[in-house]
């Protein structure tokens, strides 16, 4: 059985109604049997995370027979507020320690954070760099046309730290509410670059490039991972933290580019 994917905030809503129909009671009956999981574990994780946690899912999934890993992927700031809101979930993954701040303080986490990756800016351009950008510098040129991530999201804050490191100033033409909706401008020809994460140009390689830059050094960003207080599967939640930080999901993460912790 595959990971089941969702990537917007319908899924969240979708999701709360159904709880309200009874199909809490069969997300509760989850468990451990034999020292396998059973049930529905429910992971919100960060946008940039969508290629490696969903194999990863599949991989649990495997490993435990009888167990549904169903993923919702969006940015690390919505995904923080709609846990704070009360939406079902067993399990956060944050793209930055900051956004899971605002979960831990709230007291929804279930334990403390233990960051299991770590990921590097690097500037996405499309295939054949067009607007022949080969660093910082080049995003500040008169008539190139950038994206980013919005401030709040953890993509943007690493942007402007690195941009600020760099002295560049510019004004992006669009700010995306996640690290994909910036990279699909790439892929779309809409910009000549955006600042996305070295992960997500490594999976959209058939269609840009990532060209990398030293001020990135300044911006690595630290990911997170914890179960829920509120989980509707806590064995789930917990036996789903613990096989992120196995060896075969590390290997997964490595082979998307991430770094280790």
């Known amino acids: 059985m595959s990971a089941r994917v969702t990537r917007t905030a319908m899924a969240v809503v979708l ?6 129909c009874g199909a ?10 034999d020292g396998r999981v059973t049930g529905t ?10 290629e490696s946690f969903t194999r990863i899912g599949a991989d649990f999934e ?8 169903t993923l919702n992927f969006a940015g ?39 960051v299991f990756a770590r990921n590097q800016l690097v500037i996405a351009v499309p295939r054949g760099n067009p607007g022949r950008v080969t660093g910082l510098a080049d995003l500040g040129r008169p008539g190139v046309k950038v994206a980013l991530c919005a401030r709040q999201v953890p993509c943007g804050a690493a942007a ?29 020809g809409e910009v000549d670059a955006a600042l996305v994460y070295r992960t997500d140009a490594l ?6 490039t990532g060209v990398e830059f030293p001020e990135s050094a300044r911006a690595v960003n ?16 917990r036996a789903l933290v613990a096989y992120v930080r196995s060896a075969p999901a590390q290997a997964v993460l490595a082979e998307a580019g991430f770094q280790a912790p």
Request: net charge negative; proline share 6%.
């Open 15 to 20: 999701a709360l109604t159904v709880a309200g």
């Open 24 to 33: 809490g009671a069969d997300r509760a009956s989850g468990g451990a049997v």
């Open 41 to 50: 574990v429910t992971v919100f994780a960060a946008a940039s995370l969508t």
């Open 62 to 69: 495997a490993a435990n027979p009888g167990s549904t890993v």
């Open 76 to 114: 690390s700031s919505a995904l923080a507020n709609q846990v704070n809101q009360g939406a079902p979930a067993d399990v956060f993954a944050s793209a930055a320690p900051a956004t899971m701040a605002t979960v831990t303080e709230a007291g929804n986490a279930d334990g403390a954070p233990s």
């Open 160 to 188: 402007r730290t690195a941009l600020d490191a760099a002295g560049v100033a510019l004004t992006p033409v669009t700010l995306e509410q996640d690290v994909k909706g910036a990279l699909a401008k790439v892929r779309l």
């Open 203 to 208: 999976a959209a390689s058939a269609d840009v």
């Open 222 to 237: 630290d990911y997170p991972i914890v179960a829920l207080r509120d989980a509707p599967n806590p064995a789930g939640a």
